[in-house]
Nanobody
Framework: QVQLVESGGGLVQAGGSLRLSCVAS????????VGWFRQAPGKEREFVAA?????????YYADSLKGRFIISRDNGKNTVYLQMDSLKPEDTAVYYC???????????????????WGQGTQVTVSS
């Protein structure tokens, strides 16, 4: 069972940037499609972005985040990244990466479709 580990969260001022990373403990992340989700206090978990294992550089995003967030992967480094720019206080949440071997496009926004989840990394954006 693959274990996912997120890192890169922290406290940043509004307008700032952070880059989150997701790695697989057993080095197999290249075999998985990966999504990022987030959950703010008192809110439901929401889809952020996804990238397929056969990466052609194309990411898929929540409509509200297009243009500010970029998902990418470096299979040689067993890592998926989420670059977050122009951060806003409403981006404050715990960010989770999730992985699945058989993800399909119609399911990328559905958390239950992902088999493996990390523990999350806190992102706090101050105003």
């Amino acid at each position: 069972q693959v274990q996912l580990v997120e890192s890169g969260g922290g406290l940043v001022q509004a307008g700032g940037s952070l880059r989150l990373s997701c790695v697989a403990s057993d080095g197999t992340l290249s075999a998985y499609s990966v999504g990022w989700f987030r959950q703010a206090p008192g809110k439901e978990r929401e889809f952020v972005a996804a990238i397929f294992r056969r990466n052609n550089g194309h990411g898929y995003y929540a409509d509200s985040l297009k243009g500010r967030f970029i998902i990418s992967r470096d299979n040689g480094k067993n890592t998926v990244y989420l670059q977050m720019d122009s951060l806003k206080p409403e981006d404050t949440a715990v960010y989770y990466c999730a992985a699945d071997r058989n993800l399909i496009l119609s399911s990328i926004r559905i958390g239950a479709q992902y088999d493996y989840w990390g523990q999350g990394t806190q992102v706090t954006v101050s105003s």
